[in-house]
């Protein structure tokens, strides 16, 4: 523990993952697992990890990077904190995310920017930017982070690591920072397909305190690695290599798909015809469900609350004017217009049918392969800078991952060569409830 922390305080300053760090505390739950003795046996005995700022930690500041949040201290652990340390995990800290988790840059976030651990100049994605960027900087061998339409396995492909999204329900949203409660999944940022398995083997499982877990059993995620995939069938959308991917990402894709071949897997061309539909229907839906969602930052019940207010309607106005950051705001009033009674039917049913449409052309398609493959990202990570002035362009660099949330299925993230020296991710894309496969491959190809 006291050398995580020399390496954060040696690598962090030029990073900027980390909100707030738990040094004491740490200090403190690693000693008291030496003293016991006994804990060696547990899964993440002495492991330090990190955690997502928009995860609740108990006694330890949380903010989801919102000035509205500023000086929130959580009063209990989400489920997944909670199931961490029990698996003998020290939480090392909080991690830098998007405001709210809202963005793909992590330029978002009210106090800082985290820098691409391969390139300080660029983005490392978003919005887990700060979980991939500590993990892959080499501070951590493991951050969670959250994926709502692509804030793991986006940053993680930016920054050349594992990220799992699994299936919607596989784990407890408890404590978990709402932003679209129907979209929104915890997942690991790793080094390796393993930490991963060994991450949801701890994660997963159905919780009581909330409702949308699934009440499955929870498989040994590790028993599948190390197998062959001969003979496995796996689909590759043309829409996924189509138009605004860049070439040399396609390309490197391509040659992905000659290693399967080449591991007794056959690779064919299939078609995911609402692909493009995707995108608009994200941000209707996801918009809405945040608007919701946050109307309980009122300035009453939680952290930042504005001075010299003259009634109470002014406390609600000013401090959700001056708390939340633009990207928020847009989010606010987008999804409040969606659900609006006189535009309802025309956005955010539309929007509902056309998610049916994306999860139908996914099950198709599942009817005969084990899993689909494509990019991660259409292009490797941009400049800090380059697309924050632009929300559409910004919106478009989600295009590959946002069908998954939308179709609740799992979905990882793992290093495929490079281009131009920045590193590719190379999406696995599975069946409800199958991570298990998805391990099995992308252990196979790593
Ligand atoms: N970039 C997407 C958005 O801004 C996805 C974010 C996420 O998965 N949390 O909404």
Redesign the pocket.
């Known amino acids: 523990t006291a050398q995580t922390f020399a390496d954060i305080k040696r690598i962090d300053p030029e990073i900027d993952a980390f909100l707030t760090l738990n040094e004491a505390a740490a200090k403190k739950a690693a000693a008291a697992q030496d003293d016991a003795g006994i804990e060696a046996d547990k899964p993440f005995a002495g492991v330090p990890v990190g955690i997502k700022d928009n995860i609740v930690t108990k006694g330890l500041k949380t903010t989801a990077a919102s000035k509205i949040l500023n000086n929130f201290v959580p009063v209990y652990d989400a489920t997944v904190v909670e199931k961490l340390q029990a698996a003998g995990a020290i939480i090392a800290g909080k991690l830098n995310l998007?405001e709210f988790?809202?963005?793909?840059s992590t330029e978002n976030s009210a106090f800082k920017t985290t820098k691409n651990a391969w390139d300080h100049t660029k983005v490392p994605g978003?919005?887990s930017g700060g979980s991939a960027a500590a993990v892959a900087s080499g501070q951590l061998p493991m951050a969670l982070g959250?994926?709502?339409?692509?804030?793991i396995r986006?940053p993680a492909a930016f920054n050349g690591i594992v990220g799992l999204k699994p299936t919607y329900g596989r784990v407890s949203r408890w404590g978990v920072i709402a932003?679209a409660s129907s979209l929104d999944v915890v997942g690991s940022l790793t080094h390796t397909v393993r930490d991963a398995a060994l991450t949801l083997n701890v994660i997963a499982g159905h919780d009581k305190k909330d409702a949308t877990t699934a009440d499955l059993a929870v498989p040994d995620y590790t028993a599948k690695l190390g197998q062959s995939i001969q003979g496995m069938k796996i689909a590759l959308p043309e829409e996924y290599l189509g138009e605004g991917v860049d070439p040399a990402v396609a390309e490197q894709i391509k040659q992905a798909a000659e290693q399967f071949r080449s591991l007794g897997a056959t690779v064919e061309t299939v078609s995911l015809p609402h692909t493009k539909y995707a995108v608009p229907a994200?941000y209707i839906i996801?918009s809405s469900e945040a608007s919701s969602n946050l109307q309980r930052f009122d300035g009453i019940r939680y952290g930042f609350r504005a001075k010299d207010v003259k009634n109470l309607e002014d406390v609600y106005v000013r401090s959700r004017s001056e708390g939340f950051g633009p990207e928020v705001k847009r989010r606010i009033m987008l999804g409040t217009f969606s659900l609006s009674a006189g535009f309802y039917d025309a956005y955010f049913k539309k929007a509902a049918q056309v998610r049916t449409l994306i999860a139908q052309d996914f099950d198709k398609v599942f009817e005969d392969y084990d899993f689909i493959i494509g990019p991660t990202t259409p292009t490797t990570a941009f400049k800090i800078g380059a697309k924050v002035t632009d929300p559409l362009t910004m919106?478009m660099?989600?295009i590959l991952t946002?069908p998954v949330?939308l179709a609740g299925l799992p979905a990882l993230s793992i290093p495929a060569g490079l281009v131009d020296g920045m590193p590719v991710g190379l999406q696995l894309i599975g069946k409800q409830f199958d991570e298990q496969t998805l391990l099995q491959a992308a252990d196979a190809f790593e």
């Open positions: 998007d988790a809202m963005g793909s978003g919005s959250t994926d709502t339409g692509g804030s986006q932003f994200y996801a919106y660099n989600d946002i949330n």
